[in-house]
Protein backbone atom coordinates (compact mmCIF):
# COMPACT_ATOMS: atom_id res chain seq x y z
CA UNK A 1 0.00 0.00 0.00
CA UNK A 2 3.15 2.00 1.42
CA UNK A 3 4.24 1.42 -2.05
CA UNK A 4 1.46 1.76 -3.95
CA UNK A 5 0.83 4.79 -2.56
CA UNK A 6 4.65 6.14 -2.99
CA UNK A 7 3.95 5.05 -6.82
CA UNK A 8 0.95 6.83 -7.32
CA UNK A 9 2.36 10.09 -5.54
CA UNK A 10 5.29 9.70 -7.69
CA UNK A 11 2.80 8.85 -11.13
CA UNK A 12 0.17 12.03 -9.73
CA UNK A 13 3.20 14.51 -9.60
CA UNK A 14 5.27 13.60 -12.51
CA UNK A 15 1.74 14.02 -14.74
CA UNK A 16 1.38 17.37 -12.67
CA UNK A 17 4.76 18.83 -13.32
CA UNK A 18 4.38 17.45 -16.83
CA UNK A 19 0.88 19.83 -16.72
CA UNK A 20 2.90 22.10 -15.50
CA UNK A 21 5.79 22.74 -18.10
CA UNK A 22 3.21 22.44 -20.72
CA UNK A 23 1.29 24.74 -18.83
CA UNK A 24 4.41 27.15 -18.10
CA UNK A 25 5.58 26.62 -21.51
CA UNK A 26 2.30 27.69 -23.52
CA UNK A 27 1.95 30.24 -21.36
CA UNK A 28 5.10 31.62 -22.14
CA UNK A 29 5.01 31.78 -25.75
CA UNK A 30 1.27 33.49 -25.59
CA UNK A 31 3.12 36.15 -23.52
CA UNK A 32 6.02 36.48 -25.87
CA UNK A 33 3.74 36.40 -28.62
CA UNK A 34 1.91 39.09 -27.29
CA UNK A 35 4.81 41.14 -26.25
CA UNK A 36 6.80 40.76 -29.59
CA UNK A 37 3.48 41.56 -31.22
CA UNK A 38 4.23 44.90 -33.46
CA UNK A 39 2.73 47.77 -32.57
CA UNK A 40 1.09 48.01 -35.48
CA UNK A 41 -0.97 45.19 -34.82
CA UNK A 42 -1.68 46.50 -31.05
CA UNK A 43 1.67 45.40 -29.74
CA UNK A 44 4.17 47.70 -27.05
CA UNK A 45 6.50 49.89 -28.94
CA UNK A 46 9.85 48.36 -28.58
CA UNK A 47 11.40 51.63 -28.10
CA UNK A 48 10.14 54.97 -26.97
CA UNK A 49 11.00 57.32 -29.98
CA UNK A 50 11.69 60.16 -27.32
CA UNK A 51 14.77 58.18 -26.19
CA UNK A 52 16.91 58.37 -29.36
CA UNK A 53 19.87 61.38 -28.73
CA UNK A 54 18.57 64.06 -30.12
CA UNK A 55 20.66 66.07 -33.01
CA UNK A 56 22.56 68.47 -32.95
CA UNK A 57 24.56 68.26 -29.69
CA UNK A 58 25.93 71.11 -27.89
CA UNK A 59 27.20 71.65 -24.24
CA UNK A 60 25.30 74.68 -23.12
CA UNK A 61 28.30 75.65 -20.60
CA UNK A 62 31.48 75.40 -23.10
CA UNK A 63 30.20 76.78 -25.97
CA UNK A 64 27.39 78.95 -25.56
CA UNK A 65 30.99 80.70 -23.91
CA UNK A 66 32.95 80.61 -27.09
CA UNK A 67 29.88 82.06 -29.15
CA UNK A 68 29.32 84.72 -26.29
CA UNK A 69 32.84 85.63 -26.79
CA UNK A 70 32.11 86.41 -30.70
CA UNK A 71 29.60 88.09 -30.35
CA UNK A 72 30.67 90.56 -27.87
CA UNK A 73 34.49 91.02 -29.92
CA UNK A 74 31.93 92.62 -32.41
CA UNK A 75 34.17 90.79 -35.05
CA UNK A 76 31.57 89.14 -37.03
CA UNK A 77 32.57 88.95 -40.47
CA UNK A 78 35.63 86.69 -41.00
CA UNK A 79 38.63 87.00 -39.03
CA UNK A 80 40.98 84.58 -36.45
CA UNK A 81 38.09 82.28 -35.25
CA UNK A 82 37.59 81.26 -38.62
CA UNK A 83 40.99 81.26 -39.60
CA UNK A 84 41.90 78.60 -36.40
CA UNK A 85 38.67 76.55 -37.44
CA UNK A 86 40.17 76.27 -40.81
CA UNK A 87 43.80 75.56 -39.73
CA UNK A 88 42.14 73.04 -37.13
CA UNK A 89 40.45 71.10 -39.86
CA UNK A 90 43.15 71.00 -42.13
CA UNK A 91 45.19 69.43 -39.47
CA UNK A 92 42.30 66.86 -38.51
CA UNK A 93 41.83 65.73 -41.86
CA UNK A 94 45.72 65.78 -42.59
CA UNK A 95 45.62 68.35 -45.99
CA UNK A 96 47.88 71.73 -46.01
CA UNK A 97 45.00 73.79 -46.93
CA UNK A 98 41.43 74.46 -45.60
CA UNK A 99 39.31 76.95 -46.72
CA UNK A 100 35.44 77.76 -45.30
CA UNK A 101 32.50 78.72 -47.41
CA UNK A 102 28.98 79.38 -46.88
CA UNK A 103 27.84 75.80 -47.68
CA UNK A 104 28.86 71.94 -49.07
CA UNK A 105 27.34 72.83 -52.26
CA UNK A 106 29.14 76.03 -53.06
CA UNK A 107 32.41 74.56 -51.94
CA UNK A 108 31.54 71.96 -54.31
CA UNK A 109 30.68 74.50 -57.35
CA UNK A 110 34.30 76.56 -56.33
CA UNK A 111 36.47 73.65 -56.46
CA UNK A 112 34.77 72.75 -59.43
CA UNK A 113 35.19 75.97 -60.64
CA UNK A 114 38.98 76.41 -59.76
CA UNK A 115 39.96 73.07 -61.43
CA UNK A 116 38.88 74.88 -64.53
CA UNK A 117 35.47 72.79 -65.24
CA UNK A 118 33.45 74.19 -67.74
CA UNK A 119 31.17 74.52 -70.27
CA UNK A 120 31.71 71.06 -72.98
CA UNK A 121 33.07 69.60 -69.97
CA UNK A 122 32.15 65.91 -68.52
CA UNK A 123 32.08 65.11 -64.92
CA UNK A 124 31.80 61.62 -64.13
CA UNK A 125 29.65 61.06 -60.76
CA UNK A 126 27.24 58.70 -58.86
CA UNK A 127 23.44 59.10 -59.12
CA UNK A 128 23.09 57.80 -55.95
CA UNK A 129 24.04 61.56 -53.88
CA UNK A 130 22.18 64.50 -52.37
CA UNK A 131 20.98 66.80 -55.46
CA UNK A 132 23.69 69.38 -54.27
CA UNK A 133 26.23 67.39 -56.23
CA UNK A 134 25.04 67.16 -59.10
CA UNK A 135 23.83 70.74 -59.08
CA UNK A 136 27.94 72.51 -58.42
CA UNK A 137 28.75 70.81 -61.98
CA UNK A 138 25.62 72.23 -63.80
CA UNK A 139 26.49 75.25 -61.64
CA UNK A 140 29.56 75.59 -63.95
CA UNK A 141 27.83 74.63 -67.02
CA UNK A 142 29.25 70.94 -67.07
CA UNK A 143 27.65 67.65 -67.67
CA UNK A 144 27.15 65.04 -64.93
CA UNK A 145 27.86 61.58 -66.74
CA UNK A 146 26.45 58.82 -64.42
CA UNK A 147 28.22 55.87 -63.53
CA UNK A 148 25.78 53.31 -62.20
CA UNK A 149 25.99 51.86 -58.27
CA UNK A 150 27.47 48.88 -56.80
CA UNK A 151 24.23 48.29 -54.50
CA UNK A 152 26.22 46.52 -51.82
CA UNK A 153 28.65 49.35 -51.41
CA UNK A 154 25.77 52.22 -52.52
CA UNK A 155 28.66 53.32 -54.03
CA UNK A 156 29.80 54.37 -57.95
CA UNK A 157 31.05 51.10 -59.44
CA UNK A 158 34.53 51.66 -59.94
CA UNK A 159 34.38 48.61 -62.92
CA UNK A 160 32.26 50.83 -64.90
CA UNK A 161 33.73 54.25 -65.15
CA UNK A 162 36.06 53.58 -67.97
CA UNK A 163 33.40 53.15 -70.36
CA UNK A 164 31.64 56.22 -69.66
CA UNK A 165 35.19 58.60 -70.03
CA UNK A 166 34.92 60.68 -73.38
CA UNK A 167 37.34 63.18 -75.23
CA UNK A 168 34.95 65.41 -73.14
CA UNK A 169 35.54 63.51 -69.67
CA UNK A 170 37.13 66.31 -67.27
CA UNK A 171 36.84 64.94 -63.95
CA UNK A 172 35.62 61.91 -62.00
CA UNK A 173 33.47 63.46 -58.94
CA UNK A 174 33.52 60.59 -56.22
CA UNK A 175 30.38 61.21 -53.86
CA UNK A 176 31.31 59.10 -49.94
CA UNK A 177 27.93 58.74 -49.81
CA UNK A 178 26.06 58.03 -46.93
CA UNK A 179 29.86 58.45 -44.91
CA UNK A 180 30.88 55.42 -46.52
CA UNK A 181 34.56 55.73 -48.48
CA UNK A 182 34.01 55.29 -52.15
CA UNK A 183 36.94 52.79 -53.69
CA UNK A 184 39.70 55.69 -53.67
CA UNK A 185 42.03 53.06 -54.97
CA UNK A 186 40.91 51.89 -57.79
CA UNK A 187 39.17 55.41 -58.79
CA UNK A 188 42.81 57.30 -58.33
CA UNK A 189 44.56 54.44 -60.69
CA UNK A 190 41.66 55.15 -63.23
CA UNK A 191 41.95 59.34 -63.06
CA UNK A 192 45.70 58.70 -63.29
CA UNK A 193 45.55 56.28 -66.20
CA UNK A 194 43.11 58.88 -68.28
CA UNK A 195 44.50 61.80 -66.37
CA UNK A 196 41.44 63.20 -65.04
CA UNK A 197 40.87 65.18 -61.86
CA UNK A 198 39.55 64.58 -58.71
CA UNK A 199 37.21 65.92 -56.73
CA UNK A 200 35.98 64.55 -53.38
CA UNK A 201 32.39 65.09 -52.26
CA UNK A 202 33.06 64.44 -48.66
CA UNK A 203 30.68 66.28 -47.30
CA UNK A 204 28.83 62.71 -45.41
CA UNK A 205 32.21 61.60 -44.74
CA UNK A 206 34.34 63.55 -42.06
CA UNK A 207 36.92 61.24 -40.80
CA UNK A 208 36.18 57.82 -42.87
CA UNK A 209 39.70 56.64 -43.89
CA UNK A 210 40.75 54.08 -46.44
CA UNK A 211 43.97 51.99 -45.64
CA UNK A 212 44.07 54.76 -42.25
CA UNK A 213 44.42 57.57 -44.98
CA UNK A 214 41.36 60.35 -44.38
CA UNK A 215 38.72 60.72 -47.27
CA UNK A 216 39.04 63.66 -48.91
CA UNK A 217 42.83 63.77 -48.90
CA UNK A 218 43.22 61.07 -52.11
CA UNK A 219 41.98 63.70 -54.70
CA UNK A 220 43.43 67.25 -55.91
CA UNK A 221 40.65 68.17 -53.37
CA UNK A 222 37.74 67.67 -51.19
CA UNK A 223 34.66 69.58 -49.58
CA UNK A 224 32.84 68.91 -46.74
CA UNK A 225 29.08 70.17 -45.37
CA UNK A 226 28.59 71.95 -42.29
CA UNK A 227 25.18 71.53 -42.64
CA UNK A 228 22.90 71.15 -39.50
CA UNK A 229 22.06 67.08 -40.16
CA UNK A 230 25.85 66.60 -40.67
CA UNK A 231 28.05 64.93 -38.42
CA UNK A 232 29.68 68.38 -37.72
CA UNK A 233 26.70 70.70 -37.38
CA UNK A 234 26.94 74.21 -37.39
CA UNK A 235 23.71 74.95 -39.15
CA UNK A 236 25.46 76.09 -42.37
CA UNK A 237 28.87 75.88 -43.52
CA UNK A 238 31.41 74.30 -45.84
CA UNK A 239 35.02 73.81 -46.56
CA UNK A 240 37.29 72.48 -49.25
CA UNK A 241 40.83 71.36 -48.52
CA UNK A 242 43.90 70.59 -50.96
CA UNK A 243 47.58 70.38 -50.67
CA UNK A 244 47.69 72.63 -53.95
CA UNK A 245 48.60 76.05 -53.10
CA UNK A 246 47.93 77.61 -56.21
CA UNK A 247 44.54 76.31 -56.43
CA UNK A 248 43.76 77.49 -52.85
CA UNK A 249 44.48 80.74 -53.63
CA UNK A 250 42.32 81.13 -56.16
CA UNK A 251 39.62 79.61 -54.36
CA UNK A 252 40.18 81.84 -51.51
CA UNK A 253 40.20 84.79 -54.50
CA UNK A 254 36.84 83.47 -55.89
CA UNK A 255 35.13 83.36 -52.45
CA UNK A 256 36.12 86.67 -51.67
CA UNK A 257 35.07 89.06 -54.71
CA UNK A 258 38.21 88.17 -56.56
CA UNK A 259 40.28 90.07 -54.13
CA UNK A 260 44.03 88.82 -53.57
CA UNK A 261 44.45 85.91 -51.89
CA UNK A 262 45.25 86.88 -47.99
CA UNK A 263 43.12 90.47 -48.35
CA UNK A 264 40.96 90.60 -45.21
CA UNK A 265 37.47 90.84 -45.25
CA UNK A 266 35.97 94.52 -45.59
CA UNK A 267 38.91 96.17 -47.88
CA UNK A 268 38.23 98.06 -50.12
CA UNK A 269 41.88 98.96 -51.70
CA UNK A 270 42.67 96.02 -53.23
CA UNK A 271 42.60 95.48 -56.71
CA UNK A 272 40.09 92.31 -57.59
CA UNK A 273 41.68 89.96 -59.98
CA UNK A 274 39.64 87.53 -61.32
CA UNK A 275 35.27 87.20 -62.22
CA UNK A 276 33.93 86.35 -58.36
CA UNK A 277 31.39 85.33 -55.42
CA UNK A 278 31.15 86.32 -52.06
CA UNK A 279 30.77 82.90 -50.31
CA UNK A 280 32.14 83.50 -46.67
CA UNK A 281 31.96 81.75 -43.88
CA UNK A 282 31.32 84.07 -40.72
CA UNK A 283 32.92 84.01 -36.63
CA UNK A 284 29.68 82.69 -35.31
CA UNK A 285 29.69 79.71 -37.80
CA UNK A 286 33.62 79.24 -36.86
CA UNK A 287 32.73 79.77 -33.08
CA UNK A 288 29.91 76.39 -33.15
CA UNK A 289 32.37 74.30 -35.50
CA UNK A 290 35.16 74.66 -32.99
CA UNK A 291 32.90 73.44 -30.31
CA UNK A 292 31.98 70.56 -32.48
CA UNK A 293 35.44 69.49 -33.35
CA UNK A 294 35.82 68.62 -29.54
CA UNK A 295 33.35 65.97 -29.92
CA UNK A 296 33.73 64.51 -33.78
CA UNK A 297 36.49 61.89 -33.52
CA UNK A 298 34.62 60.58 -29.87
CA UNK A 299 31.66 60.94 -31.56
CA UNK A 300 32.82 58.92 -34.85
CA UNK A 301 34.06 56.35 -32.73
CA UNK A 302 30.57 55.42 -31.01
CA UNK A 303 29.14 55.73 -34.29
CA UNK A 304 31.45 52.96 -35.57
CA UNK A 305 31.08 50.89 -32.68
CA UNK A 306 27.65 50.77 -33.28
CA UNK A 307 27.05 50.32 -36.97
CA UNK A 308 29.44 47.31 -36.92
CA UNK A 309 27.12 45.90 -34.41
CA UNK A 310 24.06 46.65 -35.92
CA UNK A 311 25.57 44.77 -39.32
CA UNK A 312 26.32 41.96 -37.27
CA UNK A 313 22.83 41.58 -35.86
CA UNK A 314 20.57 42.32 -38.73
CA UNK A 315 22.75 40.21 -40.87
CA UNK A 316 20.75 37.25 -39.21
CA UNK A 317 17.22 38.44 -40.97
CA UNK A 318 16.00 37.03 -43.92
CA UNK A 319 15.99 40.28 -46.18
CA UNK A 320 18.12 42.52 -44.81
CA UNK A 321 20.90 43.28 -47.04
CA UNK A 322 23.50 44.87 -44.70
CA UNK A 323 25.84 47.27 -46.30
CA UNK A 324 29.18 46.33 -47.52
CA UNK A 325 32.74 48.28 -46.84
CA UNK A 326 35.26 48.07 -49.61
CA UNK A 327 38.50 45.68 -48.02
CA UNK A 328 40.17 49.10 -47.56
CA UNK A 329 38.29 50.72 -45.19
CA UNK A 330 39.60 51.91 -41.95
CA UNK A 331 36.92 53.56 -40.83
CA UNK A 332 33.45 55.14 -42.08
CA UNK A 333 31.59 58.26 -40.71
CA UNK A 334 28.10 57.01 -41.03
CA UNK A 335 26.83 60.01 -41.49
CA UNK A 336 23.63 57.41 -42.49
CA UNK A 337 23.79 53.95 -41.42
CA UNK A 338 21.51 52.31 -44.74
CA UNK A 339 20.83 48.47 -45.43
CA UNK A 340 18.52 47.18 -48.35
CA UNK A 341 15.25 45.94 -47.74
CA UNK A 342 14.32 42.76 -49.74
CA UNK A 343 10.33 42.50 -49.43
CA UNK A 344 10.23 39.03 -50.26
CA UNK A 345 11.40 37.81 -47.66
CA UNK A 346 9.07 39.50 -46.08
CA UNK A 347 5.78 38.23 -47.32
CA UNK A 348 5.88 40.99 -50.05
CA UNK A 349 5.05 43.54 -47.41
CA UNK A 350 6.30 46.64 -49.67
CA UNK A 351 8.99 48.96 -48.44
CA UNK A 352 6.43 51.77 -47.69
CA UNK A 353 4.66 49.67 -45.68
CA UNK A 354 7.76 47.97 -43.95
CA UNK A 355 8.86 51.71 -42.87
CA UNK A 356 5.16 52.63 -41.41
CA UNK A 357 5.76 49.19 -39.37
CA UNK A 358 9.18 50.21 -38.09
CA UNK A 359 8.59 54.03 -37.49
CA UNK A 360 5.42 52.72 -35.36
CA UNK A 361 7.96 50.61 -33.50
CA UNK A 362 9.73 53.73 -32.16
CA UNK A 363 12.24 53.23 -34.46
CA UNK A 364 13.02 56.66 -36.98
CA UNK A 365 13.86 55.20 -40.89
CA UNK A 366 13.61 56.47 -44.40
CA UNK A 367 13.90 55.58 -47.71
CA UNK A 368 16.78 58.00 -48.98
CA UNK A 369 17.10 59.42 -52.44
CA UNK A 370 14.92 58.74 -55.29
CA UNK A 371 16.90 58.19 -58.54
CA UNK A 372 17.87 61.95 -59.58
CA UNK A 373 17.24 61.49 -62.88
CA UNK A 374 13.96 61.31 -62.48
CA UNK A 375 13.71 64.63 -61.56
CA UNK A 376 13.29 67.88 -63.72
CA UNK A 377 15.96 69.62 -62.90
CA UNK A 378 18.27 67.94 -65.66
CA UNK A 379 15.75 68.72 -68.38
CA UNK A 380 15.03 72.21 -67.12
CA UNK A 381 18.66 73.06 -67.28
CA UNK A 382 19.12 71.37 -70.53
CA UNK A 383 16.42 73.74 -72.13
CA UNK A 384 17.95 76.82 -70.43
CA UNK A 385 18.85 79.71 -72.20
CA UNK A 386 22.39 79.40 -70.63
CA UNK A 387 22.73 75.95 -71.80
CA UNK A 388 21.28 76.75 -75.37
CA UNK A 389 24.04 79.44 -75.41
CA UNK A 390 26.88 76.94 -74.56
CA UNK A 391 25.83 73.75 -76.21
CA UNK A 392 24.20 72.97 -79.87
CA UNK A 393 21.07 71.78 -80.29
CA UNK A 394 23.01 68.07 -80.50
CA UNK A 395 23.92 67.89 -77.46
CA UNK A 396 21.51 68.72 -75.84
CA UNK A 397 19.36 65.88 -76.38
CA UNK A 398 17.56 64.82 -73.56
CA UNK A 399 16.32 61.40 -74.52
CA UNK A 400 19.55 60.58 -75.75
CA UNK A 401 21.33 61.57 -72.39
CA UNK A 402 19.04 59.68 -70.51
CA UNK A 403 19.49 56.73 -72.49
CA UNK A 404 23.13 57.18 -72.23
CA UNK A 405 22.66 57.87 -68.45
CA UNK A 406 20.45 55.22 -67.60
CA UNK A 407 21.27 53.39 -63.69
CA UNK A 408 19.03 50.15 -63.58
CA UNK A 409 20.87 49.35 -60.01
CA UNK A 410 20.31 52.98 -58.76
CA UNK A 411 16.77 52.65 -59.64
CA UNK A 412 16.38 49.31 -57.75
CA UNK A 413 18.64 50.72 -54.63
CA UNK A 414 16.32 53.44 -54.54
CA UNK A 415 13.64 51.58 -54.18
CA UNK A 416 15.29 49.23 -51.82
CA UNK A 417 17.17 51.30 -49.83
CA UNK A 418 16.51 52.20 -45.72
CA UNK A 419 17.98 54.48 -43.61
CA UNK A 420 18.77 55.04 -40.05
CA UNK A 421 20.39 58.61 -39.33
CA UNK A 422 23.72 59.33 -37.71
CA UNK A 423 22.59 60.44 -34.06
CA UNK A 424 20.94 57.13 -33.68
CA UNK A 425 24.15 55.38 -34.01
CA UNK A 426 25.18 57.74 -30.74
CA UNK A 427 23.09 55.18 -29.11
CA UNK A 428 23.71 52.38 -26.57
CA UNK A 429 24.48 48.91 -28.00
CA UNK A 430 21.14 47.75 -26.32
CA UNK A 431 19.57 50.97 -28.40
CA UNK A 432 21.31 48.72 -31.33
CA UNK A 433 19.46 45.46 -30.17
CA UNK A 434 16.16 47.35 -29.96
CA UNK A 435 16.74 47.99 -33.21
CA UNK A 436 17.23 44.18 -34.32
CA UNK A 437 14.14 43.50 -32.29
CA UNK A 438 11.75 45.64 -33.84
CA UNK A 439 13.08 44.56 -37.47
CA UNK A 440 12.54 40.84 -35.88
CA UNK A 441 9.03 41.67 -34.85
CA UNK A 442 8.12 42.78 -38.33
CA UNK A 443 9.93 40.06 -40.11
CA UNK A 444 7.79 37.34 -38.27
CA UNK A 445 4.62 39.19 -38.57
CA UNK A 446 5.25 40.21 -41.88
CA UNK A 447 1.50 38.83 -43.37
CA UNK A 448 -0.47 40.10 -40.83
CA UNK A 449 1.41 43.54 -41.45
CA UNK A 450 0.86 43.51 -44.55
CA UNK A 451 -2.94 42.26 -44.22
CA UNK A 452 -3.71 45.31 -41.71
CA UNK A 453 -1.93 47.92 -44.14
CA UNK A 454 -3.63 47.33 -47.56
C1 LIG B 1 26.67 64.39 -50.66
C2 LIG B 1 26.41 65.84 -50.43
N1 LIG B 1 26.97 66.74 -51.24
C3 LIG B 1 26.79 68.06 -51.06
C4 LIG B 1 26.01 68.54 -50.05
C5 LIG B 1 25.78 70.00 -49.95
O1 LIG B 1 26.11 70.53 -48.69
P1 LIG B 1 25.31 71.77 -48.09
O2 LIG B 1 23.97 71.30 -47.66
O3 LIG B 1 26.17 72.21 -46.97
O4 LIG B 1 25.21 72.80 -49.16
C6 LIG B 1 25.41 67.65 -49.17
C7 LIG B 1 24.60 68.14 -48.04
O5 LIG B 1 23.54 67.78 -47.74
C8 LIG B 1 25.60 66.26 -49.38
O6 LIG B 1 25.02 65.36 -48.58
Redesign the pocket.
Known sequence: MKNANRRDFIKKASILSLNAGILSKSNFSIISKKSNKPFILGGVKTINPGQWIKWPIWDAEKDEKILLEVMRSGVWSRSKTVIQFEQAWANLIGSKRCMTVV????A?IIALHQSQINAGDEVIVTPY??I??IQSILANGAIPIFVDVDPSTFQMDPAKIEAKITKRTKAIMP?H?LGLPSDMIRIMAIAKKHNLTVIE?A??APLAEINHQKIGTFGKAA?F???N??NIAIG???AIISDDDAFMDACYSYHNLGLPYGIATGSVTAGSQMQANKLRFSEYQAAIGLAQLTRLEAQTETRNQNANYLTSLLKTIPGIHVLRLYPEVTKAAYHLYPFRYDQSAFKGLSRAQFLQALDAEGVPCMGGYTALNTQPFLKQTFESVNFKKMYHSGELNYATYMEQNQCPLNDTLCNEAVWFTQNMLLGTKNDMDLIFQAIQRIHTHADEIKKKLQ
Open positions: NGTNLTFATVIDCQCSFQSKEGG
